[in-house]
């Protein structure tokens, strides 16, 4: 996958992935990086929620995900995530576990616990 980014005036950067851009800023026109990161997290767990309720004919009415994050005060650094996997009184108690089970899945997690090698350099274009 290759990602472009450009920086389209202000402290506005886009990311252009195949034909979808994907707009930040630090000013409030849309997400800031990081929250698009913590986004990533919460989203990718709601994917396999879904897909999982959807494999076992669930409705995911009144299903939702709430993530909630904890910051180092000296630091400003994430110090951990709780995530949860809200649901409504008639959904199936059999299947609680199985869905923590599926969201901890989330690719995105997977990655944050083996994390992969990240190099920046310059290179000139032409």
Do not use: W
Request: with cysteine; charged share 25%.
């Amino acid at each position: 996958m290759r990602m472009e980014v450009t920086f389209p005036g202000g402290d506005r950067v886009d990311a252009r992935v195949g034909d979808m851009i994907i707009h930040t800023d630090q000013d409030g026109s849309a997400p800031a990086p990081f929250m698009l990161f913590l986004a990533s997290i919460a989203t990718c767990a709601g994917i396999y929620v879904v897909s999982f309720c959807r494999h076992r004919g669930i409705s995911t009415d009144g299903v939702r995900v709430l993530q909630r994050t904890r910051t180092n005060r000296e630091t400003h650094m994430v110090e951990s995530l709780e995530i949860d996997i809200e649901v409504p009184p008639d959904f199936p108690e059999k299947y609680h576990g199985a869905l923590v089970r599926a969201a901890d899945q989330c690719a995105v997690k997977r990655h944050l616990a083996d994390p992969p090698a990240i190099t920046v350099q310059t290179v000139v274009s032409g």
